[in-house]
């Protein structure tokens, strides 16, 4: 834990979160957890493999990896 009002080490895992609700949580309703689970598995791997990002060079973040490595 940091000191009081400051917590920069949150700030990526918390607007991860932000984004999986807004994109996936909010916009359907889940009739099943099996079924929310695998959602949830798409999402991911779409966010870590398809997703491109301008700041990576038009890349998604597992080819920057993989070209920065």
Avoid: H
Avoid at 42 to 63: C, F, G, M
């Amino acid at each position: 834990m940091s000191r009081k009002g400051n917590c920069p080490e949150n700030a990526c895992a918390e607007n991860f979160f932000s984004l999986l609700k807004t994109e996936l949580l909010y916009l359907q309703e889940f009739s099943s957890v099996e079924y929310f689970i695998s959602e949830l598995t798409e999402y991911i791997d779409w966010y870590n493999n398809k997703r491109i990002k301008l700041k990576l060079d038009a890349l998604s973040p597992v080819e920057y990896r993989k070209i920065a490595a």
